[in-house]
Protein backbone atom coordinates (compact mmCIF):
# COMPACT_ATOMS: atom_id res chain seq x y z
CA UNK A 1 0.00 0.00 0.00
CA UNK A 2 1.40 3.44 -0.93
CA UNK A 3 1.37 5.72 1.61
CA UNK A 4 3.14 8.20 3.94
CA UNK A 5 3.19 6.20 6.84
CA UNK A 6 5.95 3.66 6.86
CA UNK A 7 5.06 0.14 8.18
CA UNK A 8 3.51 -0.56 11.73
CA UNK A 9 5.96 -0.95 14.19
CA UNK A 10 9.06 1.23 11.88
CA UNK A 11 10.11 4.86 11.77
CA UNK A 12 11.34 7.30 9.53
CA UNK A 13 14.62 8.89 11.32
CA UNK A 14 14.76 12.53 10.28
CA UNK A 15 17.94 15.12 10.49
CA UNK A 16 15.95 16.31 13.44
CA UNK A 17 17.17 13.38 15.16
CA UNK A 18 19.43 11.79 13.20
CA UNK A 19 22.37 13.88 14.61
CA UNK A 20 21.44 12.14 18.00
CA UNK A 21 22.20 8.55 16.37
CA UNK A 22 25.40 9.65 15.29
CA UNK A 23 26.66 11.47 18.17
CA UNK A 24 25.30 7.80 20.18
CA UNK A 25 27.29 5.80 17.59
CA UNK A 26 30.23 7.72 17.72
CA UNK A 27 30.45 7.77 21.89
CA UNK A 28 29.76 3.79 21.52
CA UNK A 29 32.86 3.26 18.89
CA UNK A 30 34.67 5.55 20.95
CA UNK A 31 34.61 3.86 24.41
CA UNK A 32 34.00 0.55 23.19
CA UNK A 33 37.50 1.14 21.29
CA UNK A 34 39.60 1.93 24.65
CA UNK A 35 38.44 -1.86 25.76
CA UNK A 36 40.12 -3.20 22.33
CA UNK A 37 37.30 -3.63 20.40
CA UNK A 38 36.61 -2.78 16.74
CA UNK A 39 33.67 -2.54 14.36
CA UNK A 40 31.98 -5.53 12.44
CA UNK A 41 29.43 -5.22 10.23
CA UNK A 42 27.71 -8.64 9.10
CA UNK A 43 24.31 -8.50 7.38
CA UNK A 44 21.51 -7.96 7.73
CA UNK A 45 20.07 -11.27 6.78
CA UNK A 46 21.67 -14.60 7.51
CA UNK A 47 20.42 -18.15 6.76
CA UNK A 48 17.39 -18.83 8.91
CA UNK A 49 19.34 -21.83 10.35
CA UNK A 50 21.48 -19.54 12.11
CA UNK A 51 19.28 -17.99 14.36
CA UNK A 52 17.02 -21.28 14.60
CA UNK A 53 20.03 -23.07 15.77
CA UNK A 54 21.75 -19.80 17.57
CA UNK A 55 18.63 -18.85 19.61
CA UNK A 56 17.10 -21.98 20.17
CA UNK A 57 13.91 -23.55 18.57
CA UNK A 58 12.22 -22.81 21.67
CA UNK A 59 12.60 -19.08 21.83
CA UNK A 60 9.74 -16.71 21.80
CA UNK A 61 12.00 -14.57 18.92
CA UNK A 62 12.55 -17.86 16.82
CA UNK A 63 8.74 -19.25 17.21
CA UNK A 64 6.75 -16.00 16.65
CA UNK A 65 8.94 -13.24 15.61
CA UNK A 66 11.18 -13.90 13.18
CA UNK A 67 10.37 -12.17 9.31
CA UNK A 68 11.33 -14.98 7.69
CA UNK A 69 11.24 -15.09 3.75
CA UNK A 70 12.89 -17.22 0.86
CA UNK A 71 14.69 -16.03 -1.85
CA UNK A 72 14.89 -16.62 -5.21
CA UNK A 73 17.38 -19.35 -5.10
CA UNK A 74 15.10 -21.03 -2.98
CA UNK A 75 16.69 -20.61 0.37
CA UNK A 76 15.39 -19.66 3.70
CA UNK A 77 16.50 -16.16 4.97
CA UNK A 78 15.68 -14.32 8.19
CA UNK A 79 16.39 -10.73 8.77
CA UNK A 80 18.38 -10.49 12.05
CA UNK A 81 16.52 -10.38 15.35
CA UNK A 82 19.46 -9.58 17.23
CA UNK A 83 23.17 -9.51 16.57
CA UNK A 84 24.64 -11.91 18.35
CA UNK A 85 24.22 -15.38 16.32
CA UNK A 86 25.53 -13.31 13.07
CA UNK A 87 28.72 -12.28 14.66
CA UNK A 88 29.44 -15.86 15.89
CA UNK A 89 28.72 -16.81 12.88
CA UNK A 90 31.45 -13.93 11.00
CA UNK A 91 34.04 -15.21 13.58
CA UNK A 92 33.79 -18.72 12.73
CA UNK A 93 36.10 -17.75 10.09
CA UNK A 94 38.63 -16.16 12.06
CA UNK A 95 40.91 -18.14 14.55
CA UNK A 96 38.34 -18.22 17.42
CA UNK A 97 38.15 -21.32 17.19
CA UNK A 98 41.81 -21.66 18.48
CA UNK A 99 40.80 -19.64 21.66
CA UNK A 100 42.19 -16.24 20.16
CA UNK A 101 40.05 -13.65 22.06
CA UNK A 102 37.63 -11.48 19.47
CA UNK A 103 36.32 -8.41 20.52
CA UNK A 104 33.95 -6.46 18.22
CA UNK A 105 31.19 -4.27 18.74
CA UNK A 106 28.29 -3.31 15.54
CA UNK A 107 25.34 -1.32 15.50
CA UNK A 108 22.22 -1.57 13.00
CA UNK A 109 18.77 -2.68 12.61
CA UNK A 110 17.36 -5.56 14.48
CA UNK A 111 14.21 -7.23 13.33
CA UNK A 112 11.33 -8.53 15.25
CA UNK A 113 7.29 -9.08 14.58
CA UNK A 114 6.05 -8.24 17.73
CA UNK A 115 3.49 -6.06 18.80
CA UNK A 116 4.60 -2.32 18.62
CA UNK A 117 3.85 -0.43 21.87
CA UNK A 118 6.21 2.82 23.52
CA UNK A 119 10.09 1.68 23.11
CA UNK A 120 8.76 -1.30 21.76
CA UNK A 121 9.42 -1.70 17.38
CA UNK A 122 9.41 -3.92 14.77
CA UNK A 123 12.69 -2.39 13.05
CA UNK A 124 14.28 -1.24 16.12
CA UNK A 125 18.55 -0.49 16.60
CA UNK A 126 21.07 -1.92 18.48
CA UNK A 127 24.61 -1.34 19.70
CA UNK A 128 25.76 -4.20 20.73
CA UNK A 129 29.43 -6.13 21.70
CA UNK A 130 30.66 -9.28 21.72
CA UNK A 131 34.41 -10.87 23.54
CA UNK A 132 33.90 -14.62 21.89
CA UNK A 133 36.71 -17.21 22.34
CA UNK A 134 37.80 -17.04 26.10
CA UNK A 135 36.15 -17.90 29.41
CA UNK A 136 36.29 -15.81 32.79
CA UNK A 137 34.47 -14.02 35.02
CA UNK A 138 36.60 -11.09 35.05
CA UNK A 139 35.70 -10.63 31.46
CA UNK A 140 31.99 -10.97 32.54
CA UNK A 141 32.79 -8.35 35.37
CA UNK A 142 34.60 -5.82 32.35
CA UNK A 143 31.83 -6.01 29.71
CA UNK A 144 29.34 -4.91 32.42
CA UNK A 145 31.51 -2.57 33.70
CA UNK A 146 32.12 -1.40 30.21
CA UNK A 147 28.51 -0.76 29.57
CA UNK A 148 28.10 1.19 32.68
CA UNK A 149 30.44 2.94 31.24
CA UNK A 150 28.79 3.83 28.09
CA UNK A 151 25.90 4.73 29.79
CA UNK A 152 27.63 6.78 31.86
CA UNK A 153 28.94 8.79 28.60
CA UNK A 154 25.68 9.10 27.52
CA UNK A 155 24.41 10.79 30.73
CA UNK A 156 22.09 8.73 31.56
CA UNK A 157 22.57 8.06 34.92
CA UNK A 158 20.35 6.28 38.00
CA UNK A 159 20.11 2.46 35.87
CA UNK A 160 19.69 -0.20 37.93
CA UNK A 161 22.02 -3.60 37.24
CA UNK A 162 20.18 -6.73 37.80
CA UNK A 163 22.13 -10.17 37.44
CA UNK A 164 22.24 -13.37 37.51
CA UNK A 165 23.93 -17.00 37.12
CA UNK A 166 21.87 -19.42 34.66
CA UNK A 167 24.62 -22.22 35.41
CA UNK A 168 26.08 -23.65 32.55
CA UNK A 169 23.71 -27.03 30.88
CA UNK A 170 24.42 -29.09 32.98
CA UNK A 171 22.97 -27.11 35.96
CA UNK A 172 19.70 -26.71 34.29
CA UNK A 173 19.09 -30.40 35.51
CA UNK A 174 19.20 -30.05 38.84
CA UNK A 175 18.14 -26.98 39.43
CA UNK A 176 15.45 -27.45 36.71
CA UNK A 177 13.67 -30.45 38.88
CA UNK A 178 13.64 -28.38 42.01
CA UNK A 179 11.58 -25.70 40.26
CA UNK A 180 9.29 -28.15 38.59
CA UNK A 181 8.64 -29.51 41.77
CA UNK A 182 7.08 -26.80 43.31
CA UNK A 183 5.73 -25.25 40.19
CA UNK A 184 3.87 -28.40 39.76
CA UNK A 185 1.60 -28.06 43.10
CA UNK A 186 0.93 -24.58 41.71
CA UNK A 187 0.09 -25.26 38.14
CA UNK A 188 -3.81 -24.64 38.72
CA UNK A 189 -3.33 -21.38 39.94
CA UNK A 190 -1.31 -20.52 37.08
CA UNK A 191 -1.86 -18.23 33.83
CA UNK A 192 -2.40 -20.38 30.42
CA UNK A 193 0.98 -19.03 28.95
CA UNK A 194 2.52 -20.52 32.26
CA UNK A 195 1.27 -23.92 32.31
CA UNK A 196 2.50 -23.82 28.34
CA UNK A 197 6.00 -23.00 30.01
CA UNK A 198 6.03 -25.23 32.30
CA UNK A 199 6.05 -28.30 29.70
CA UNK A 200 8.51 -26.22 27.16
CA UNK A 201 10.30 -23.47 28.53
CA UNK A 202 10.42 -24.23 32.55
CA UNK A 203 12.98 -21.00 33.34
CA UNK A 204 10.81 -18.34 31.60
CA UNK A 205 8.01 -19.27 34.64
CA UNK A 206 10.42 -17.03 36.60
CA UNK A 207 10.01 -13.63 34.63
CA UNK A 208 6.01 -14.24 34.20
CA UNK A 209 4.79 -10.43 34.50
CA UNK A 210 1.03 -12.08 35.76
CA UNK A 211 0.59 -10.77 39.13
CA UNK A 212 -0.57 -14.44 40.05
CA UNK A 213 2.52 -15.64 38.73
CA UNK A 214 4.48 -13.22 40.26
CA UNK A 215 3.35 -14.22 44.01
CA UNK A 216 3.86 -18.19 43.19
CA UNK A 217 7.62 -17.16 42.06
CA UNK A 218 8.06 -15.18 45.11
CA UNK A 219 7.72 -18.41 47.16
CA UNK A 220 10.14 -20.85 44.50
CA UNK A 221 13.57 -22.51 46.19
CA UNK A 222 16.69 -21.43 45.92
CA UNK A 223 17.87 -22.98 42.75
CA UNK A 224 20.96 -21.36 42.72
CA UNK A 225 22.44 -23.79 45.59
CA UNK A 226 21.27 -26.61 43.05
CA UNK A 227 24.25 -25.28 40.73
CA UNK A 228 27.27 -27.19 40.67
CA UNK A 229 29.78 -25.35 42.74
CA UNK A 230 32.13 -24.69 40.01
CA UNK A 231 29.27 -22.83 38.37
CA UNK A 232 28.52 -20.53 41.89
CA UNK A 233 32.46 -19.66 41.68
CA UNK A 234 32.23 -18.09 38.58
CA UNK A 235 29.16 -16.30 39.74
CA UNK A 236 30.49 -15.20 43.03
CA UNK A 237 33.83 -14.19 41.13
CA UNK A 238 31.97 -12.24 39.02
CA UNK A 239 30.45 -10.28 41.67
CA UNK A 240 33.68 -9.80 43.32
CA UNK A 241 35.00 -8.31 40.10
CA UNK A 242 32.04 -5.92 40.08
CA UNK A 243 32.74 -5.08 43.47
CA UNK A 244 35.83 -4.40 43.09
CA UNK A 245 35.26 -1.96 39.73
CA UNK A 246 32.29 -0.37 42.13
CA UNK A 247 29.87 -1.48 39.68
CA UNK A 248 26.74 -1.56 41.69
CA UNK A 249 24.06 -4.46 40.94
CA UNK A 250 21.02 -6.48 42.38
CA UNK A 251 21.32 -10.55 42.46
CA UNK A 252 18.03 -11.51 40.55
CA UNK A 253 16.83 -14.57 40.51
CA UNK A 254 14.04 -13.91 38.32
CA UNK A 255 15.94 -12.71 35.35
CA UNK A 256 16.48 -15.83 32.55
CA UNK A 257 16.39 -13.52 29.89
CA UNK A 258 14.50 -15.07 26.52
CA UNK A 259 17.34 -16.50 24.86
CA UNK A 260 18.27 -19.61 25.08
CA UNK A 261 22.09 -19.54 24.24
CA UNK A 262 23.11 -18.54 27.69
CA UNK A 263 25.61 -19.79 30.81
CA UNK A 264 26.53 -18.44 33.77
CA UNK A 265 26.00 -14.55 33.70
CA UNK A 266 23.15 -12.86 32.59
CA UNK A 267 22.12 -9.26 33.47
CA UNK A 268 19.38 -6.49 32.27
CA UNK A 269 19.81 -2.98 32.71
CA UNK A 270 16.41 -1.25 33.57
CA UNK A 271 15.68 2.43 33.64
CA UNK A 272 12.34 3.59 35.18
CA UNK A 273 12.51 6.98 33.43
CA UNK A 274 10.55 7.83 29.78
CA UNK A 275 10.16 4.09 29.06
CA UNK A 276 6.81 2.75 30.95
CA UNK A 277 6.64 -0.85 30.73
CA UNK A 278 9.27 -1.41 28.04
CA UNK A 279 12.13 -0.74 30.57
CA UNK A 280 15.05 -2.46 29.67
CA UNK A 281 17.11 -0.36 27.83
CA UNK A 282 20.10 -3.35 27.41
CA UNK A 283 20.59 -6.84 28.22
CA UNK A 284 23.26 -9.52 27.98
CA UNK A 285 25.50 -12.37 29.80
CA UNK A 286 27.81 -15.09 28.31
CA UNK A 287 26.51 -17.45 26.22
CA UNK A 288 27.35 -20.52 24.25
CA UNK A 289 26.50 -21.02 20.75
CA UNK A 290 26.62 -23.95 18.73
CA UNK A 291 26.03 -23.19 14.56
CA UNK A 292 25.39 -25.41 11.86
CA UNK A 293 27.92 -26.92 10.79
CA UNK A 294 30.16 -26.42 13.64
CA UNK A 295 31.71 -29.58 15.63
CA UNK A 296 32.00 -27.87 19.05
CA UNK A 297 30.56 -24.74 21.06
CA UNK A 298 31.84 -21.49 21.16
CA UNK A 299 31.44 -19.22 24.71
CA UNK A 300 31.83 -15.53 24.24
CA UNK A 301 29.56 -12.59 26.18
CA UNK A 302 28.30 -9.48 25.45
CA UNK A 303 25.31 -7.04 25.75
CA UNK A 304 23.28 -5.40 23.51
CA UNK A 305 21.31 -2.02 24.41
CA UNK A 306 18.26 -0.63 22.26
CA UNK A 307 19.65 2.78 20.66
CA UNK A 308 15.09 3.81 20.28
CA UNK A 309 15.32 3.10 24.44
CA UNK A 310 18.65 5.02 25.10
CA UNK A 311 17.10 7.78 23.40
CA UNK A 312 14.27 7.70 25.29
CA UNK A 313 15.80 7.84 28.24
CA UNK A 314 18.18 10.76 27.75
CA UNK A 315 15.40 12.96 26.39
CA UNK A 316 13.54 11.49 30.21
CA UNK A 317 17.07 13.01 31.70
CA UNK A 318 17.12 15.99 29.82
CA UNK A 319 20.55 14.29 28.60
CA UNK A 320 19.96 15.14 24.78
CA UNK A 321 22.47 17.07 24.42
CA UNK A 322 22.66 19.52 21.45
CA UNK A 323 23.27 19.59 17.64
CA UNK A 324 26.92 20.73 16.59
CA UNK A 325 26.19 23.53 14.14
CA UNK A 326 28.77 24.87 11.71
CA UNK A 327 27.72 28.88 11.85
CA UNK A 328 26.10 29.52 8.82
CA UNK A 329 27.18 31.91 5.84
CA UNK A 330 24.56 33.11 3.67
CA UNK A 331 25.13 35.16 0.15
CA UNK A 332 22.23 36.82 -0.89
CA UNK A 333 21.99 38.01 -4.42
CA UNK A 334 20.73 40.95 -6.38
CA UNK A 335 20.32 40.27 -9.84
CA UNK A 336 20.88 37.20 -12.33
CA UNK A 337 24.64 37.75 -12.68
CA UNK A 338 25.53 38.05 -8.79
CA UNK A 339 23.44 34.63 -8.24
CA UNK A 340 25.65 33.14 -11.00
CA UNK A 341 28.98 34.30 -9.03
CA UNK A 342 27.35 33.41 -5.85
CA UNK A 343 26.85 29.67 -6.79
CA UNK A 344 30.68 29.86 -7.47
CA UNK A 345 31.61 31.30 -3.94
CA UNK A 346 29.59 29.09 -2.35
CA UNK A 347 31.37 25.66 -3.75
CA UNK A 348 34.56 27.57 -3.03
CA UNK A 349 33.37 28.44 0.51
CA UNK A 350 32.40 24.95 1.20
CA UNK A 351 35.15 23.33 -0.23
CA UNK A 352 37.50 25.69 2.48
CA UNK A 353 35.41 24.25 5.16
CA UNK A 354 32.38 26.27 5.97
CA UNK A 355 28.78 25.62 5.66
CA UNK A 356 26.75 27.98 3.49
CA UNK A 357 23.34 28.36 2.13
CA UNK A 358 22.48 30.89 -0.69
CA UNK A 359 18.99 32.15 -2.79
CA UNK A 360 19.13 30.09 -6.22
CA UNK A 361 16.30 32.02 -7.80
CA UNK A 362 15.05 35.82 -8.24
CA UNK A 363 13.89 36.68 -4.51
CA UNK A 364 14.12 40.33 -3.05
CA UNK A 365 16.50 41.33 -0.39
CA UNK A 366 13.92 41.45 2.37
CA UNK A 367 12.78 37.69 1.39
CA UNK A 368 16.59 36.85 1.37
CA UNK A 369 17.14 38.12 4.69
CA UNK A 370 13.89 36.98 6.22
CA UNK A 371 15.46 33.12 5.14
CA UNK A 372 18.60 33.71 6.38
CA UNK A 373 17.45 34.52 9.80
CA UNK A 374 15.24 31.50 9.91
CA UNK A 375 18.02 29.39 8.83
CA UNK A 376 20.05 31.03 11.38
CA UNK A 377 22.96 32.52 9.51
CA UNK A 378 25.91 34.23 11.12
CA UNK A 379 26.32 36.21 8.78
CA UNK A 380 25.18 37.57 5.52
CA UNK A 381 27.18 38.44 2.10
CA UNK A 382 25.00 41.19 -0.63
CA UNK A 383 26.58 40.73 -3.98
CA UNK A 384 25.09 42.39 -6.99
CA UNK A 385 25.99 43.64 -10.02
CA UNK A 386 28.11 47.01 -8.56
CA UNK A 387 29.90 44.49 -5.95
CA UNK A 388 30.50 42.09 -8.28
CA UNK A 389 32.19 44.81 -10.67
CA UNK A 390 34.38 45.46 -7.98
CA UNK A 391 35.26 42.81 -6.93
CA UNK A 392 33.72 43.39 -2.99
CA UNK A 393 30.76 41.94 -1.17
CA UNK A 394 28.90 43.69 1.78
CA UNK A 395 28.82 41.79 4.99
CA UNK A 396 26.15 41.98 7.34
CA UNK A 397 26.63 40.28 10.74
CA UNK A 398 22.98 38.88 11.68
CA UNK A 399 24.24 39.29 15.71
CA UNK A 400 22.97 43.67 14.40
CA UNK A 401 26.66 44.32 13.95
CA UNK A 402 27.29 46.92 11.02
CA UNK A 403 27.37 46.34 7.71
CA UNK A 404 30.35 46.80 5.61
CA UNK A 405 31.98 46.12 2.78
CA UNK A 406 35.42 43.77 1.80
CA UNK A 407 37.71 42.74 -0.91
CA UNK A 408 36.15 39.26 -2.36
CA UNK A 409 40.08 38.40 -2.16
CA UNK A 410 39.56 38.25 2.28
CA UNK A 411 36.20 36.98 3.09
CA UNK A 412 37.77 33.75 4.08
CA UNK A 413 40.16 34.91 6.69
CA UNK A 414 37.16 37.71 7.50
CA UNK A 415 34.53 34.53 7.97
CA UNK A 416 37.39 32.12 9.67
CA UNK A 417 38.26 35.12 12.20
CA UNK A 418 34.14 35.93 12.95
CA UNK A 419 33.33 32.34 13.26
CA UNK A 420 35.57 31.06 15.40
P1 LIG B 1 17.72 -8.58 23.99
O1 LIG B 1 17.49 -8.45 25.45
O2 LIG B 1 16.75 -9.40 23.22
O3 LIG B 1 19.19 -9.19 23.83
O4 LIG B 1 17.81 -7.15 23.34
C1 LIG B 1 18.70 -6.18 23.85
C2 LIG B 1 18.03 -4.82 23.93
O5 LIG B 1 17.46 -4.48 22.66
C3 LIG B 1 16.86 -4.76 24.89
O6 LIG B 1 17.30 -4.54 26.22
C4 LIG B 1 16.10 -3.55 24.36
O7 LIG B 1 16.69 -2.35 24.82
C5 LIG B 1 16.32 -3.65 22.86
N1 LIG B 1 15.14 -4.25 22.21
C6 LIG B 1 14.83 -5.55 22.10
N2 LIG B 1 13.68 -5.71 21.43
C7 LIG B 1 13.24 -4.47 21.11
C8 LIG B 1 12.10 -3.95 20.38
N3 LIG B 1 11.19 -4.75 19.84
N4 LIG B 1 12.00 -2.60 20.24
C9 LIG B 1 12.93 -1.77 20.77
N5 LIG B 1 14.02 -2.20 21.43
C10 LIG B 1 14.18 -3.53 21.60
C11 LIG B 1 19.79 -9.46 22.63
O8 LIG B 1 19.38 -9.10 21.56
C12 LIG B 1 21.11 -10.18 22.78
N6 LIG B 1 21.65 -10.44 21.44
C13 LIG B 1 22.08 -9.35 23.62
C14 LIG B 1 23.40 -10.02 23.80
C15 LIG B 1 24.55 -9.74 23.14
N7 LIG B 1 23.63 -11.03 24.61
C16 LIG B 1 24.91 -11.38 24.48
N8 LIG B 1 25.46 -10.61 23.58
Known amino acids: MASATPPPGTSDIFPAESWRWRRLERTAAEIFGRYGYGELRTPIFEYTEVFQRGLGGETEVVQKEMYTFEDRGGRSLTLRPEGTAGVMRALLNTDVLNGVEQRVFYYGPMFRGERPAAGRKRQFHQVGVENVGRVAPELDAECIAMLMHFLEALGITGAELRINSRGVMADRG ?64 VLRALDALGVPYRVDRELVRGLDYYVHTVFEIVHTAGLGAQNAIAGGGRYELLLPEQSRPVQGVGFAAGIERLLLTQDALGAAGEPEKGKLVFLASLGEAARMENLKLAADLRRAGFTVALEVEDKSMKAQLRTANRLGAAVVLIRGDQEIASGVAAVKPMDGGEQREIALADVKDFLSQTLA
Open 174 to 237: PAGELLRGYFRQHLDAMCPDCRVRFEHNLWRILDCKQPGCRAIVAGAPDYFHAYSAESQRYFEQ
